[in-house]
């Protein structure tokens, strides 16, 4: 599984966990996860920015800015992740699978972003 697929994955688990703290529902369907993963985050979006002070200052395009700005920040990641993996499995002689890499993830309501760290 790529670096970015499985930063996915991670935003997956914490965007289930925050849906479900807001008893807001993870829809799955037939699209496949990509799909389902960003139609759950706008979702999600929509709702940080309506009960959040970005309601006041932003509209729905913004949802849009939110997802595509966290979809740059894991592509990010994950671009940086597998150079630095590389050069650790080729300095430590590590295997891949003994590295993890764990992200976090926080909500800026001023700006209505997610950053990724």
């Known amino acids: 599984m790529s670096y970015l697929d499985q930063f996915m994955q991670q935003w997956k688990v914490y965007l289930k966990q925050q849906l479900s703290l807001y ?3 993870y829809v799955a369907s037939d699209a496949g996860d990509r799909v389902d993963i960003k139609t759950n985050s706008l979702v999600y979006f929509r709702w940080l920015r309506t009960t959040s002070r970005a309601g006041d200052n932003f509209d ?4 849009d800015v939110a997802w595509v700005m966290l979809e740059k920040q894991l592509k990010i990641f994950a671009k940086k992740a597998e150079n630095g993996t590389f050069d650790l499995v080729s300095k430590l002689h590590l295997e891949e699978s003994q590295i993890h890499i764990v992200l976090n993830f926080s909500y800026d309501d001023e700006q209505h972003i997610v950053y990724v760290s």
């Open 23 to 25: 008893e807001l529902r």
């Open 60 to 63: 729905d395009s913004r949802d």
